[in-house]
Every structure is written in structure tokens, then in C-alpha cells.
């Protein structure tokens, strides 16, 4: 029997650990081969893929930097041919007083967060209108609902996502592209333990409708829905994984 996406070509940044390691395990078992990008090494990721009997390809690439996404690209498509699913995971924050934050912290937030997001996007949609069928998935965030202190420029980041997604998905949504984004809540992940002080996950799991804080493979299953056939007329939509912060 066929998974949803068999055969087809899934790239996810951010592909290391975290996130971007469920992702992609979750993708491969849905018959996906994947492209693992990462700042750093992705051999766990792909160890994972290949137990799933796919064949999949580590590159790594500072996302902040437009000259290695455009060499990013060009290594995508010479190891891989095409990319049909793009998974815009990778994320950065730095978390400090708004009145703290510099100028150069804020760029390079908003460079991988954001702008790489876009490049990959400008770059690998064009293959999928040549073939019909794409699916482009970004990550937004539910803080930006409920902004805690010292994250303004991490929430000013997902928020822009959000209208990227949005945008993207009126350009092309008459090609057989979908485009939506995931707004996770606050996830036990490594960058989450180090980053996000005791009392935010405290005051996060009260205010939450279940009682316990997010894990990365609460997300694993809404990224699958949305690279499938199954979510073919949903696009420009930010779903909500957070247990029920918004509403």
C-alpha cells in the first residue's frame, strides 16, 4: 500500500534535531527521500531516514547567508533533481530586553527565519508549477498570540511568516501549490531548554486548555496533513498545534 507522499522529494531546514529531526523521520516514513539542511551535521537525521529505507542527502548551509542559500539551492537540485515538499523549519532567536536587542541580532533573526523561507520558496516553486503538485509548509509560532518578554524579534519573525505564507499561497494557488504554516506552542526542544526561562513553560502549560507542555512529535502529524493529497484545498492557513493556547 502507498504512504501519502510516496516518492516524492521533501527538503526541511533545521533538519538536525528538534523539529526539523521529527519532520523529517515523519516525512520518510510517509515514503518521502529527503533533503536534510542544516548549520549542522544531520547524520542522526538521516540514519533515521534511511531505517525508513529512503534515500536521503545532508548539506549543510547558514541560512542567514543569502550567498550559501543560493549555493544551497544549486546543491539541492544537483544531488536531489527537485524539491515537492519544502519545509521551512529552521529557526533563530536570541532571546534579549527589546531595548537589547541590536540591530545585527535582529537581521540575522529575521534572515533565517523569514527571508531564507522566501528564497527557497522563489527558488523550488517554479519546478512545481512546471510539475502541478507542490506543498511549501513555514513555521509560525502561537507566541506571537500571546508575545512572553525578551522574544520581540523571534515574534516579529513568525508573525512575518504568517503573512508570507499568506501571500505565497494567492501566487500560487492556481498550480497545484498549497502553502500553509504551523504555529506550534511552546515545545520541549533542546533550543526551547536552553532559551525559554522555567516560569514561561509554567505559565504556558496553565493557560493551555491540556494541562502539559508541547513535544516535537505533536507536530509531526499536522506537517504530514498538510503535505499530502488529503489538504489539497487548504492553503494560506496558520494551523494552531499548541493544546489549545488560542482559540
Known amino acids: 500500500m502507498s504512504t501519502p507522499t510516496e516518492g516524492r522529494v521533501a527538503l526541511v531546514t533545521g ?3 528538534g523539529l526539523g529531526h521529527v519532520f523529517a523521520q515523519r516525512l520518510a516514513e510517509d515514503g518521502c527521500q529527503l533533503v536534510l539542511v542544516d548549520l549542522l551535521q544531520c547524520d542522526e537525521t538521516l540514519a533515521l531516514v534511511q531505517r525508513a529505507g529512503r534515500r536521503g542527502w545532508c548539506l549543510q548551509a547558514d541560512l542567514a547567508d543569502e550567498g ?6 544549486r546543491e539541492v537540485l544537483a544531488a536531489a533533481g527537485r524539491v515537492d515538499i519544502l519545509v521551512n523549519n529552521a529557526a533563530y ?6 531595548d537589547q536587542l ?3 541580532t535582529l537581521r540575522r533573526i529575521l534572515a533565517v527565519n523569514t527571508e531564507a523561507s522566501f528564497l527557497l520558496a522563489q527558488a523550488f516553486a517554479p519546478g512545481m508549477i512546471e510539475r502541478g503538485w507542490g506543498r511549501i509548509v513555514n513555521l509560525a509560532s502561537s507566541s506571537a ?3 512572553p518578554p525578551g522574544f520581540t524579534g523571534y515574534i516579529a519573525s513568525k508573525m512575518a511568516n504568517i503573512g508570507l505564507t ?6 500560487l494557488g492556481d498550480h497545484g501549490i498549497t502553502v500553509n504554516a504551523i504555529a506550534p506552542g511552546l515545545t520541549r526542544t533542546d533550543a526551547a531548554a536552553r532559551d525559554v526561562p522555567a516560569f514561561i513553560f509554567y505559565t504556558v502549560r496553565a493557560q493551555q486548555l491540556i494541562h502539559r507542555t ?5 507536530l509531526a502529524g499536522a ?10 484545498f487548504i492553503t494560506g492557513q496558520t494551523l494552531h498545534v499548541d493544546g489549545g493556547a488560542v482559540l
Request: proline share 5%; aromatic share 8%.
Open 166 to 171: 499568506r501571500a505565497l499561497a494567492r501566487e
Open 15 to 17: 533538519a538536525a534535531r
Open 68 to 73: 550559501q542559500v543560493r549555493r544551497l539551492v
Open 102 to 104: 541590536d540591530a545585527a
Open 214 to 218: 508541547g513535544e516535537p512529535r505533536d
Open 93 to 98: 532567536q536570541a532571546a534579549a530586553a527589546w
Open 223 to 232: 506537517m504530514s496533513f498538510l503535505c499530502s493529497d488529503d489538504a489539497a
Open 145 to 147: 498570540w500571546a508575545p
